[in-house]
């Protein structure tokens, strides 16, 4: 072992001897020798400790390249789950957007419907009418006519009575049933 | 040789390349690196103005962006010129090259700028050509890209 009462050059060739080589920049405090054996060993450690950084050197850097790459997938990585977090936004917005004009076409249509049931209606309630007042009409000046001629009026007066009966109750009946209807249609709405 | 090197980083790892770096190429015997301004603030705020004799590192590596400290490079290096006195050799090492704040660096006393990169021995020995000149002073602010 080396004692503190060894030369440095003593305390150098015990290390020597058990092939301890000194490391770090301690090696650069020690003066340059004539002496061969020292010479030599200071060499060695010399040689040693910078292989050993070289070596070091070499792996931090590929650490340091290899961290520097991860952060980068990292950002990349981040930006990608931001952008699909943007793209899953959009498509459930254009999604609600599309529900939207569905449910407002589906309404325009349900309304197209109503107007044409609404008109067609219509359009059976004013033929009704124009046939129960034109029948009437025709019937009425019939019974007046055969009146005014003063021929035997009993059957037409029987027919006009019927008939007026059963037009005024068909008129009724039209009414009740686009009553009826109307009603449903503002229910079920 | 330098004898006293101080290297002011966030990055652990740049310290580890640092130190090698620099004893592979001869080019300190001592380097103490630390992580943050605030922690190389409190040191030299203690060095002076309080005991200007104080031994102080001979030359000061500062990065410009120090994550997690008060502080970027330029701060600390105007704080080390003007208010603790201006003895050391001083200088930006970052991955930045920006004109702007080299010029900033420039107007606080910065005598370098080593753009950091995977191969930094070049630069680093570079700089240790010109130590003498930021030494006395004679040699011009420097790039070394």
């Known amino acids: 072992m080396i004692s503190s009462k060894d030369t440095v050059k003593e305390a150098i060739l015990k290390a020597k001897s058990k092939k301890v080589y000194i490391e770090g920049n301690f090696v650069k405090l020690l003066a340059k020798t004539s002496d061969t054996e020292v010479k030599d060993y200071i060499e060695e450690c010399k040689t040693r400790d910078i292989n050993q950084r070289r070596k070091r050197l070499d792996i931090t850097k590929q650490v340091q390249k290899q961290n520097k790459e991860l952060e980068e997938a990292s950002v990349i990585k981040e930006a990608l789950v931001i952008e699909l977090q943007n793209s899953l936004e959009a498509t459930e917005a254009a999604k609600k957007e599309a529900e939207e004009l569905r449910d407002k076409a589906v309404e325009d249509l349900d309304t197209l419907q109503k107007r044409t049931q609404f008109e067609l209606i219509n359009l059976i309630v004013r033929v009704a009418l124009w046939i129960i007042l034109g029948v009437g009409l025709l019937t009425t000046i019939l019974y007046i006519y055969v009146l005014s001629i003063g021929i035997d009026s009993t059957i037409i007066e029987s027919t006009w009575s019927n008939l007026f009966g059963i037009l005024l109750t068909n008129s009724f009946s039209i009414v009740g049933t686009i009553m009826g209807v109307k009603y449903a249609t503002d229910k079920s709405n | ?145």
């Open chain 2, 1 to 145: 040789m330098i004898d006293t090197l101080m290297l002011i980083d966030d990055e652990n790892l740049f310290h580890l390349v640092f130190e090698d770096a620099c004893s592979m190429l001869d080019i300190a015997l001592s380097i103490e690196a630390l992580d943050s301004s605030d922690e190389a603030n409190a040191k030299f705020k203690k060095w002076f103005p309080d005991d200007p004799d104080h031994e102080r590192p001979q030359c000061v590596f500062v990065d410009l962006n120090i994550v997690g400290s008060s502080y970027d490079g330029i701060e600390m290096i105007r704080k080390i010129n003007h208010e603790y006195g201006n003895g050391c050799v001083i200088g930006i090492i970052s991955s930045s090259s920006d004109p702007e704040e080299i010029e900033k660096a420039k107007a606080v006393g910065a005598q370098f700028w080593i753009i950091k990169s995977d191969d930094i021995e070049p630069r680093l020995q570079e700089f240790h050509r010109d130590y003498e000149g930021y030494v006395n002073k004679t040699a011009p602010f420097k790039i070394y890209r």
